[in-house]
C-alpha cells in the first residue's frame, strides 16, 4: 500500500501563492487515483482536488477551480497542487489520500480513499 507523504504547507499573505507536494512512499501512483483534501478547524474534511495518475484527468472542487492546479511529475512520482491567489478561507490542514477504486462521479468522498497522508498546515493571514 502506497502511503503518501505532503510537504510544501506554511504561511502566506492573502493574494499570495504556495505549492504542495504529495509523494508516494512505498511504492508507486501508477494505479492511484491522486486526491488532495483539506480541513479548517471546526468544519469537516472537505474535497480540493484530485487526479487519476494513469490518464492524467484531473478534477477539482468549486472553490479550487480556477485558482489551484493539480498536476503529476512522472519522474518523481509526485502530485503537486499549486495554489494561487489565496484566500484566508483556504486556511487548513490540506492532506493527500489515494485510492485505487471508485468512480469519476465519488472522487470527491474521502471516505473512498484508502490510504491518507499526515496533513500539511497552510494559513493564509496579513
Known amino acids: 500500500q502506497v502511503q503518501p507523504v505532503e510537504s510544501g504547507g506554511g504561511w502566506v499573505q492573502p493574494g499570495g501563492s504556495l505549492r504542495l507536494s504529495c509523494e508516494a512512499s512505498?511504492?508507486?501512483?501508477?494505479?492511484?487515483?491522486v486526491g488532495w483534501f483539506r480541513q479548517a478547524p471546526g468544519k469537516e474534511r472537505d474535497f480540493v482536488a484530485a487526479?487519476?495518475?494513469?490518464?492524467?484527468?484531473?478534477y477539482y472542487a468549486n472553490a479550487a477551480r480556477g485558482r489551484f492546479t493539480i498536476s503529476k511529475d512522472n519522474a518523481k512520482n509526485t502530485v503537486i497542487l499549486q495554489m494561487n491567489r489565496l484566500k484566508p478561507d483556504d486556511t487548513a490542514v490540506y492532506y493527500c489520500?489515494?485510492?485505487?477504486?471508485?468512480?469519476?462521479?465519488?472522487?470527491?468522498?474521502?471516505?473512498?480513499?484508502?490510504?491518507w497522508g499526515q496533513g500539511t498546515q497552510v494559513t493564509v493571514s496579513s
Open positions: 489520500a489515494v485510492r485505487t477504486g471508485g468512480t469519476v462521479a465519488t472522487m470527491f468522498r474521502d471516505d473512498e480513499y484508502e490510504s
Open positions: 512505498g511504492g508507486t501512483f501508477s494505479n492511484y487515483a
Open positions: 487526479i487519476a495518475w494513469s490518464r492524467g484527468d484531473t
